[in-house]
């Protein structure tokens, strides 16, 4: 009874704006009444089965959203204080350049992000050592341009971005290319860089082409430095390398 009150009601409110005398015909036609009422249920059911069709929908895609979260590639974006606007890549956090002293010979030979917000431990963090001896430590010092490109000057801090590709599995730098290979996304290119030749041994890092600085002091205080890299011909073939040339740099993601 309840469902033949619901019918007639949408009937009336789909079919109520007519004429009095196509209301009289309708009412006298008990099977085009029928035929309305069963073409409105369908209509009604069409309408429930679509929200949940959409309900299904939101659904995974939450799901997909949050699965995202928990894979992608990671990668360090050296010289930038953020990340590629590039559907998929998110900052983690963003940093300062750290690493060893250009002079000093131990020490860490890779470069971190070190990040703006330390969490520092407390002066009376319990570290032990024999009686006999004196503690050693290492060291870490910030990182400084080499050189001058666009708005950043010699001796500016370097700046670094950690960024989470999401829709990506594996990232790699590729050195002497602008491009990536196939199927591979561009996250950003530049210029390779280390330490200067004869210093202390570092990784080649990947700077990025437009750099930005940390807004400090530009006095020369040394540090974990950063040198454009050339190339040099012998067993380096030239060509397709040229003698002396500065090397491009890429960072791709797949």
Not at 167 to 195: D, E, F, R
Request: aromatic share 12%; with cysteine.
């Amino acid at each position: 009874m309840k469902f033949t009150v619901f019918s007639l009601s949408l009937f009336w409110f789909f079919f109520g704006t007519g004429s009095t005398e196509e209301k009289r015909l309708l009412l006298n036609d008990p099977q085009q009444m029928q035929s309305e009422i069963h073409a409105l249920q369908q209509e009604v059911e069409h309408f429930r089965v679509q929200k949940q069709e959409m309900a299904d929908l939101k659904q995974r895609f939450e799901l997909l959203e949050s699965s995202s979260k928990k894979s992608g590639s990671i990668y360090t974006r050296w010289g930038k204080h953020s990340c590629p606007k590039l559907n998929g890549t998110e900052l983690v956090y963003e940093g300062t350049a750290g690493g060893s002293h250009f002079l000093e010979k131990g020490n860490g030979a890779n470069t971190l992000c070190l990040p703006h917000d330390p969490e520092l431990l407390p002066d009376h963090f319990p570290l032990s050592s024999n009686p006999l001896t004196t503690l050693g430590f290492g060291h870490i010092y910030g990182g400084e341009y080499e050189f001058s490109l666009r708005n950043m000057v010699k001796n500016d801090d370097v700046p670094c971005a950690v960024c989470h590709a999401k829709m990506a599995t594996s990232s790699m730098m590729i050195p002497a290319k602008q491009s990536c290979p196939t199927g591979w996304s561009k996250q950003y290119s530049g210029l390779l860089t280390s330490n200067y030749y004869s210093y202390s041994t570092l990784e080649y890092l990947c700077v990025d082409e437009d750099p930005d600085f940390i807004e400090r002091s530009r006095q020369n205080e040394n540090g974990r430095l950063f040198y454009p890299v050339k190339t040099v011909c012998g067993s380096l073939p030239c060509p397709p390398y040229k003698n002396d040339s500065l090397v491009s740099c890429v960072v791709c993601t797949i």
